[in-house]
């Protein structure tokens, strides 16, 4: 279903060439201060148009509908509007022959029955990320911790710079690891079955497109450790640790420390580059390139989205611990 | 919350020294043979008593005292029962003053002021992962998909004996890595937004204890790959793939090939050595260490509770789908 | 919370005056044919401006902004927009320093600490109703059974005209009751604990405005039957009874008779007489009336919406039994 | 499904002759003192025995095997289990030719495609009622209002023996009308859509069998009333009204004033007197009678449960407006 959250509820609407995309949160306490210009800055980090991201420049200021009056939250839904503007429908056109590699395109096609608007990736396109990202503002604005994602890895290089010219040599696409840190979190959120932070934080995580790992604390590297050298221990009364494998969460629940993840980004599915897959008009393989526009490195747009998800999920779960 | 799932709900209670654990599934079709004999393979899978694991030798049989009528599912709530016996609390007793490293004494103590059942973890015990598997019997049974889930390295190493050495020499505990996959998957299980495949499962895989990451086909290895590499071609009508870099999973959607994922498992927490840690009595650092029984590497029990999951989890999305 | 249902879910959003109101519907099947002619004539039983109805003409055109496509549902969440104009906001502004008699003025301002929008009701509007009516004509569609409420009581008559002029006579508003009645429903919806079919329709019910009881069958009349003249004699293998006692629910299951319930509409409550109320301005009891337009008889337009939110229920049920 | 609520969550299992039933409550607080006394007069309330219910004395001591610890809740998930006893099957197994008028017998075997556990009506028995019952003792401690359910009517007689003595006469089972006050509540509870107090409340009790009507304040009575006459005309800054009408609620909204509500309850399904019906292994009508014990009037018994889903209500509904 198209909505997450307990208590802070977002729900989603659109697709990625449709008049109008939206986004409605329940969930929000009234009084929260809503000037378009907060939006800006995570709105412009997540913008295609830089180095390494597609050139569509979009529309994408919201328009409050709901939930909003004299520029305060009211407590009832609110519903954020987008409009699509500047969507080249002929780019897509001749892609339904082709069922494109790394899209959702065949499976939508056979869950849907053929009814989906499968224009530049309809309702799974990444284009969605916008309405995350602004309902992320305001969720960031009522939690009020500090959250950082950042991009650390391009095509397993930390240097940046030298991965991103991997892809630009290649003339292909790459991917990266986006890592996040929140401070400040304080104990108890969170709980044992089923609803870990981990659980909960992994579940919003994987709804962003292109994700394909997620791992907290030391992560997939905890386990080429010694139990002795990853148990991080307490060294004071209010549960500070030494070390902070753990990533800030043990038995599911914070435990003060900062919250440490890291998420996998695929390379970008759309390539200049000749492709061969199944052409279901000749029945047979045959050659396909993806004409439109497209980012060289997704990942590059993703750690706004990272924080988003993320100030949305620990929003859900303090409501949770404070009920 | 202590429930997952939507139509197929899967609830939790008990603590590792209480009377009874339990567990109840709502959403179960009418007239599914139970019969004891077919938990006891995964039952024998998951217990203690072997090597690298703990001697606690555990009463696991479930009573069905719910939802099962002459041998078969009626579709009212099914509840299996679990009596626990050979709890030595006396072991635990001391740990009150320190909060054990990597576990969730400290956690517990604050989210429940104090309230919490402390022995043996409690509510967070590994040892309510009983309940995950025989939940996990009746999912597969209604399932019927092969789900196969193994360990497939130890501290760092494939060779799994090489990997257990390397604790038994350190005499400290290690982790490891489990892989599952799953074959005969239909097309077009799983929702764009918020419940993708992924999403579903990785909720459900930080539900288990000592689960620290979570990837999907290629996974990490994924942001190291060029578009061209990562990108699945489809080969037949059926969408059949050449690699399976996805893992089966695409937009969120099952593609119909093998889903394919991992889990990172964190070293056992509880260790022989000395640790030193938090003393909440003398408030200053003290040694600590754990007298109890424990495993030398947990990873060893986590298949079959990855499988449970994992059958819980796709036949919740399975209704979802079909509804 | 914002949304009803676990299958099929409606979301709403909006303010009576706020610039746009809209509904998401999630778990819509793809395919189904939407055009705009079919949606006319319930959004003509909902309108004002009949015999005892309020003159404001509204501007009740949905328009579809995601989830259809070539004219088709695409299974993706579907959202209609409404724009809200002649909207004469002069009318409420000086009901500020009166919580009006009825209304959720006073309930509102606490719950919402004065930040909600009380312009005309705002989200408590009955205004949001057309959501809900637009939303049941594509459920009624998906559904396929025949629906049918209507009044069939005004201020205690069931000669409807007798007892609208009852109001008019008295310059005051009147109330109502509606019957719905739901045929062709197969035997099995519905589920004991906590989903009964009476429970999900009640809950329904109850979030329409002005609905103060809801009964099934003979419903209180059932308090004065012996058991023998309300228990329904089964005549036939398909489970036909004789009489209908039960509105075709039993143990909270459909059991494939006619569905019949009825629920109480209080009297409008703006009214153009003087009320005393408590001015919070002024800090006492104050003569108060409203001037803006208002029904004399609410209930006149009720039936429609009871019939919209029998459809979602009941779908979502069907999907529920479905699974 | 077989659970209620969203922050206070209840799950029932456990069937009328089955070994063992249960109940399990999820969001309990920690620290909240149990002892087994405080069940003692609610559980007496709902016991049969008394003039006018059945004399099957049933073994109805909860005991709590997960959740309690030192004689508090701990804040994992609480269960108490209850044993069956004195059952005798014999006097049900004949009823499987008929299914019993007014029972969910038929709708049973017909959603649960003749699996269920048909003995003594099951999982849809009264005799779960007594789960409900011990889960309000525990939401009534926590919720800390008062909270009182009377019968007010019997046969249509508010004089109580006047109208059992209707029943003893006509050697007939009889209904009535129960009553339900909750003082002391705080204004702000429940939400506009879906949420109101009033959906909320009606979907708990519409759970309850042989409910078949709630209605709130004047209910079905306020279809009579003028406007003037049923509007609660505010008197104090506090939100208090002259008059109750609301019944306590407006908007969906608790008001501060009395809740007030009532509930129809429909003459006991099991009669001594003969019934013509099917009789499925004839295909053809048959004279059947019900040998077993049975409640001459049932509605006795629901007060305790009616004010025990009431605290599970509303104190899910106060964690929700507390968040």
Redesign the interface.
Known sequence: ????G??F???????SH?????V?L??VP??IDINIEDFQEDIERRKPGKKGTTPRVESDQPRF???V?NG????????M?FENSNTRSEDYAKTREY?R????D???S????????YRGG???SGR?TILIVCAGVIAKKILGLPIEAKLI?I??ESDLDKGLQK?ID?K??????VECRVNQIP??WG??????V???L??????I?A??????????G????????????????K?K?DTN???GI??????GNEIVFRV????????G?T????N?ET?Q?GEFSVKGRHDLCI?LRVPVVVEAMTAISLLDLK?????
Chains 1, 2, 3, 4 share one sequence.
Not at 250 to 255: F, R, S, Y
């Open positions: 279903m198209n909505s997450f307990r208590n509820r977002i729900n989603v609407f659109g697709e449709g008049a109008i995309m939206g409605t329940d969930g009234p009084g509908v709901s939930g009056f305060k939250t009211t407590g009832a839904p609110l519903t509007l069922y590699p790394g899209h959702a065949f499976v939508a056979q869950k849907f029955k053929g009814f989906e608007d309809g309702h799974f969605l890895e095509a397993g892809g290649a292909d696409s790459v991917g990266g690891i104990v108890g709980e044992p079955f089923f609803d870990s981990e659980s909960v992994a579940h919003a995580m994987f709804a497109p994700i394909k790992g997620v791992e907290f604390g030391a992560g997939f905890a386990t080429k450790m010694f139990g002795s050298e990853h148990n991080d221990n307490i060294i004071d009364e549960g640790t494998n753990a990533g043990v038995g599911g629940i914070t435990n996998a980004v695929k390379p970008t599915s759309s390539i580059k492709q061969e897959t199944w279901h029945h393989i990942a409501m949770q611990a404070g009920r």
